[in-house]
């Protein structure tokens, strides 16, 4: 049971660039969620997903864009990278999504744009 | 959205408790305390939640005051390895559902 697992762990992408964040659960959960977190700050909501096919917005989603065709998948994917984007991004899953349910979370990407 | 005030930093020697301050004053009566660590680079870990009772798991006690307005996370005996930044985290129902709102945390850090 690998739990949440992301690739890459880390890239240096230049300004303009794409990329696609990926993620993957093994955990049979419907909900999943990404955050980015900057330097000395806490974890702020992109995208999340309550299940296959159904996505909604965080708190910053703007230059991120986020599908979710399987359980066991959500990736993001940035456009149009820009310096802003420079973060490290968690993805998160748990089962229900309610006020008891715990995320989990992974090992996370650091990205670098440049 | 209840807010939480956490101290920015603390101490703690190895071996002794180390006792984690969290004020949740506009907390609302069906909102859980969630409680998150994060060690340097890594995703964070889940470590303990609660309502309204003291709760304890294998990782942490959770002490809730009777009023639900702070809490307090103990680590009973802190090693090296709890140093990291811990989160109190008030779970509200939002636009984005039940998602965790991170705010800086309370950096630990564990001394020999």
């Known amino acids: 049971n690998a739990g949440v697992t992301q690739t890459p762990k880390f890239r240096i992408l230049k300004i303009g660039q794409s990329m696609t964040l990926q993620c993957t659960q093994d955990m049979n959960h419907n909900y999943m969620y990404w955050y980015r977190q900057d330097p000395g700050m806490g974890l702020k909501l992109i995208y999340y997903?309550?299940?296959?096919?159904?996505?909604d917005k965080g708190e910053v989603p703007n230059g991120y864009n986020v599908s979710r065709s399987t359980t066991e998948d959500f990736p993001l994917r940035l456009e149009l990278a820009a310096p802003s984007q420079t973060s490290v991004y968690f993805c998160?899953?748990?089962?229900?999504?309610?006020?008891?349910?715990?995320?989990?979370f992974g090992p996370g990407t650091r990205l670098t744009v440049l | 959205d209840a807010k939480t005030t956490q101290p920015t930093s603390m101490d703690c020697a190895e071996g002794r408790a180390a006792n984690l301050p969290c004020n949740h004053s506009t907390i609302s009566g069906n909102e859980y305390v969630y409680w998150y660590r994060q060690i340097h680079s890594q995703g964070p870990q889940y470590i303990i939640h609660g309502l309204k009772n003291n709760e304890t798991n294998e990782m942490a006690s959770l002490i809730i005051t009777e009023d639900r307005k702070s809490s307090t996370l103990i680590l009973p005996h802190a090693t090296l390895r709890d140093t990291a930044v811990y989160y109190c985290?008030?779970?509200?129902?939002?636009?984005?559902?039940?998602?965790?709102?991170f705010g800086k945390g309370t950096s630990l850090l564990v001394t020999p």
């Open positions: 997903s309550v299940g296959a096919g159904i996505t």
């Open positions: 985290i008030v779970r509200a129902y939002s636009n984005s559902g039940y998602a965790l709102n």
């Open positions: 998160a899953s748990s089962f229900s999504g309610t006020s008891t349910d715990t995320q989990y």
